[in-house]
């Protein structure tokens, strides 16, 4: 049996449909009972704990956001492949689920709200040699499920795993702009002018090093304006400047101030909420793990920072925030048992007076949005994006709400 999924651009979106086959291949004979798939969207975490002897702890966390099925055919029918059956549904937009039923405590540092939008699709493990290891991930499951007759029993299954990008509600989210300044201070013969075109010979340099405090000294201020905020696969702004500090130089002039590299990185924050192991614990565990991803980097050769102007450097770099499913970046997002965040760092390597100087401004809250923002209007019509699913009976907690009601607009 083989499941397979219609091809769409890009990953689902909440409210997407979704549309695919579940098929009998060769020419065996089947006797069946029934064939439906099951769709169901989860968050696990685990983390494992080393202790002496090579002993291991292990703390789960596992929490359904959604899960439905759809009955395609119902039997007892014997029936020859090759055969198939035609599904469709919208995916979910909220999740449909009581929680996590198994944690011990409310946690303000996760999302415990049952009716949450549905988070993006995630995947992120870590080991470290003296901590703990940790795994964690949201993910999106579509399953079709052969039942065999009752005078055979067992059943044949097929799985897909489908990623999904939320949308940013916003449509033209503020990048929140925040300050940073460092002040420089060169002492170098190549402040003056007659020095700026040409090498110092050797004479020039030793009567230099002989004679340093005498040597002209100039203050230069770098700023920049870093954004808090940031949309994928939009330009990410970034303004750089710097001025000139007379009152504390001894050059009469501005001295020439050259761009020579710039590396910016987004330093993300992976936490996750387990169920403790241990029957005696009287609360949750709860771990962070912490990594840097390069978002753009940049060397320049002759780029001079005319003092007191601005100097955009998305379009320097060409600095957009790159969305890919192989990336580590996703959109920040906090569930029930798993948070992703991110700071934005900034270096910035400045050179005057043939002295290179390196700045790094970092921004511990840095969102990151999807690509994406909440349609104004429903895709497809109500009549037709709902399909009549009811949930299916598992060990999850009773009362979940209906296919239908949860994801209607």
Same mark, same amino acid.
């Given at each position: 049996?083989?499941?397979?999924?219609?091809?769409?651009?890009?990953?689902?979106?909440?409210?997407?449909?979704?549309?695919?086959?579940?098929?009998?291949?060769?020419?065996?004979? &089947?006797?069946?009972?029934?064939?439906?798939?099951?769709?169901?969207?989860?968050?696990?975490?685990?983390?494992? *704990?080393?202790?002496?002897?090579?002993?291991?702890?292990?703390?789960?966390?596992?929490?359904?956001?959604?899960?439905?099925?759809? @009955?395609?055919?119902?039997?007892?029918?014997?029936?020859?492949?090759?055969?198939?059956?035609?599904?469709?549904? +919208?995916?979910?937009?909220?999740?449909?689920?009581?929680?996590?039923?198994?944690?011990?405590?409310?946690?303000?540092?996760?999302?415990?709200?049952?009716? +949450?939008?549905?988070?993006?699709?995630?995947?992120?493990?870590?080991?470290?040699?003296?901590?703990?290891?940790? %795994?964690?991930?949201?993910?999106?499951?579509?399953?079709?499920?052969?039942?065999?007759?009752?005078?055979?029993?067992?059943?044949?299954?097929?799985?897909?795993?489908?990623?999904?990008?939320?949308?940013? +509600?916003?449509?033209?989210?503020?990048? !929140?702009?925040?300050?940073?300044?460092?002040?420089?201070?060169? +002492?170098?013969?190549?402040?003056?002018? %007659?020095?700026?075109?040409?090498?110092?010979?050797?004479?020039?340099?030793?009567?230099?090093?002989?004679?340093?405090?005498?040597?002209?000294?100039?203050? &230069?201020?770098?700023?920049?304006?870093?954004?808090?905020?940031?949309?994928?696969? !939009?330009?990410?702004?970034?303004?750089?400047?710097?001025?000139?500090? *007379?009152?504390?130089?001894?050059?009469?002039?501005?001295?020439?101030?050259?761009?020579?590299?710039?590396?910016?990185?987004?330093?993300?924050?992976?936490?996750?909420?387990?169920?403790?192991?241990?029957?005696?614990?009287?609360?949750?565990?709860?771990?962070?793990?912490?990594?840097?991803?390069?978002?753009? !980097?940049?060397?320049?050769?002759?780029?001079?920072? *005319?003092?007191?102007?601005?100097?955009? @450097?998305?379009?320097?770099?060409?600095?957009?925030?790159?969305?890919?499913?192989?990336?580590?970046?996703?959109?920040?997002?906090?569930?029930?048992?798993?948070?992703?965040?991110?700071?934005?760092?900034?270096?910035?390597?400045?050179?005057?007076?043939?002295?290179?100087?390196?700045?790094?401004?970092?921004?511990?809250?840095? @969102?990151?949005?999807?690509?994406?923002?909440?349609?104004?209007?429903?895709?497809?019509?109500?009549?037709?994006?709902?399909?009549?699913?009811?949930?299916?009976?598992?060990? %999850?907690?009773?009362?979940?709400?209906? &296919?239908?009601?949860?994801?209607?607009?």
């Amino acid at each position: 049996m083989a499941l397979m999924i219609d091809a769409i651009h890009g990953p689902y979106r909440p409210g997407s449909r979704v549309s695919g086959s579940v098929l009998l291949q060769g020419k065996d004979t &089947y006797d069946i009972e029934s064939i439906k798939i099951v769709f169901i969207g989860r968050c696990k975490t685990k983390v494992t *704990e080393k202790g002496s002897n090579n002993s291991r702890t292990h703390h789960r966390g596992r929490v359904t956001l959604f899960r439905y099925q759809q @009955v395609l055919f119902t039997g007892p029918y014997t029936l020859q492949a090759p055969h198939q059956w035609p599904f469709e549904f +919208q995916f979910p937009e909220r999740c449909s689920t009581q929680g996590g039923a198994n944690f011990k405590s409310p946690s303000s540092f996760f999302d415990d709200n049952t009716n +949450q939008d549905l988070p993006s699709s995630f995947s992120h493990d870590a080991s470290a040699w003296m901590g703990p290891d940790i %795994e964690s991930f949201v993910r999106y499951e579509l399953e079709a499920v052969l039942l065999k007759s009752s005078a055979i029993h067992g059943t044949i299954q097929a799985t897909k795993t489908l990623t999904m990008r939320g949308y940013r +509600q916003e449509q033209n989210p503020d990048p !929140q702009l925040v300050y940073f300044s460092q002040q420089w201070a060169v +002492q170098s013969m190549y402040l003056l002018p %007659e020095y700026q075109d040409r090498k110092a010979t050797f004479g020039e340099k030793l009567k230099g090093k002989l004679h340093s405090g005498k040597m002209p000294k100039s203050h &230069y201020v770098l700023t920049a304006l870093v954004p808090t905020v940031g949309v994928f696969g !939009q330009p990410l702004p970034l303004v750089l400047g710097a001025s000139y500090d *007379e009152d504390r130089s001894t050059t009469t002039t501005a001295p020439a101030v050259f761009l020579r590299q710039i590396i910016v990185s987004a330093t993300s924050r992976t936490a996750v909420r387990c169920a403790s192991g241990s029957m005696w614990s009287t609360s949750d565990v709860i771990e962070e793990t912490c990594g840097e991803y390069m978002i753009g !980097q940049k060397n320049f050769s002759e780029q001079a920072l *005319e003092m007191s102007d601005r100097m955009e @450097v998305d379009s320097l770099m060409g600095l957009t925030m790159q969305e890919s499913i192989w990336s580590p970046l996703t959109p920040t997002f906090r569930t029930f048992n798993i948070l992703r965040d991110y700071g934005i760092k900034i270096v910035i390597v400045t050179e005057c007076g043939k002295q290179k100087r390196s700045s790094t401004f970092i921004k511990p809250e840095f @969102v990151i949005l999807p690509p994406d923002s909440l349609p104004t209007t429903a895709t497809y019509a109500a009549d037709e994006a709902v399909l009549e699913v009811d949930p299916i009976e598992t060990e %999850e907690p009773p009362g979940l709400p209906s &296919y239908e009601a949860a994801t209607k607009s």
